[in-house]
């Protein structure tokens, strides 16, 4: 799948990934080729990779703080759903962060939760087949994957 085609899909989202967003991205993606399924994933675990990154990574969440008011730290969990809310944002969210990181603050609030977007290739695959997604993409999505990105964990 190409980024053109990647991101088209996206903007079905409208900015945001909601639950009914994601189902119907998901219904959408299913009545294509299980090859555009694939690339789709493909595309998406790239998209959270690039992102996976220290700078983005340890920005306090937007809309936290503490019990002594001090900023409150993005837990792996959050940072991974915080890039999928940026993803769902649209491809001129997802460039610009690269270029100010201060674009990427907003979507580490509790307000923003990308979580649905997860699971996409999943139900269109299951959707689409009948059958259990059960193949790994070539990047992994998972917070502090991305080597480059955080060069202080690298041993």
Same mark, same amino acid.
């Given at each position: 799948m190409t980024w053109a085609a990647f991101w088209a899909l996206i903007a079905t989202l409208n900015g945001e990934a909601t639950e009914a967003s994601c189902r119907h991205l998901a219904e959408?993606?299913?009545?294509?080729s299980v090859p555009?399924?694939? !690339? +789709? %994933?493909e595309r998406h675990a790239e998209a959270l990779y690039r992102l996976d990154q220290e700078k983005f990574g340890t920005l306090p969440v937007a809309d936290m703080t503490d019990r002594n008011g001090e900023p409150f730290p993005q837990s792996a969990d959050g940072f991974l759903y915080a890039r999928c809310a940026v993803v769902a %944002? &649209?491809?001129?969210? #997802?460039? &610009?962060?690269? +270029?100010d990181v201060d674009k990427f603050v907003? @979507?580490?609030?509790?307000? +923003?939760? &990308?979580? #649905?977007?997860l699971y996409v290739p999943d139900? %269109? @695959?299951?959707?689409a087949t009948g059958k259990e997604w059960d193949r790994s993409t070539r990047y992994c999505?998972?917070? @502090?994957?991305? !080597?480059? &990105?955080w060069p202080d964990l690298k041993s």
């Open positions: 959408e993606l299913s009545r294509r555009d399924i694939i !690339g +789709f %994933a %944002a &649209g491809q001129t969210v #997802w460039e &610009g962060v690269f +270029f907003p @979507y580490t609030s509790t307000r +923003f939760d &990308g979580e #649905w977007l139900q %269109a @695959y299951e959707l999505s998972e917070s @502090y994957s991305n !080597g480059d &990105g």
